[in-house]
């Protein structure tokens, strides 16, 4: 069965750094692009951040731009979310999700089942 799974989430504190990985057993991973979304308490899932399947394209919501690097290795299938500067605002579930190089959820066709991550101020 295919599927992805993350972890690394955990209680912060504002302005600390925290990285989340996703693996991804029984998953071609290196035909996919890559990428995170997340889902705070009582709103609808956004995206995060994208990368194509060879790693040298990336694309960054603007919430997160400057702050946030993902990154993928293909030899190991694993993503990865670097967070720094951390803020109460990031608070939120984190799901990781193959498929196309884009920025809409529709484009996914496999996610992981989340991480959390709670920043407190």
């Known amino acids: 069965q295919v599927h992805l799974v993350e972890s690394g989430g955990r209680l912060v504190q504002t302005g600390e750094s925290l990285r989340l990985s996703c693996a991804s057993p029984g998953l071609r991973f290196s035909s996919d692009a890559m990428a995170w979304f997340r889902q705070a308490p009582g709103k609808e899932r956004e995206f995060v951040a994208v990368?194509?399947?060879?790693?040298?394209?990336?694309y960054y919501a603007d919430s997160v731009n400057g702050r946030f690097t993902i990154s993928r290795d293909n030899a190991k299938s694993t993503l990865s979310l670097q967070m720094d500067n951390l803020k109460p605002e990031d608070t939120a579930v984190y799901y990781c999700?193959?498929?196309?190089?884009?920025?809409?959820?529709?484009?996914?066709?496999?996610w992981g089942q989340g991480t959390r991550v709670t920043v407190s101020s």
């Open positions: 990368t194509s399947w060879n790693g040298l394209n990336t």
């Open positions: 999700a193959a498929g196309d190089y884009c920025s809409q959820s529709r484009c996914f066709h496999t």
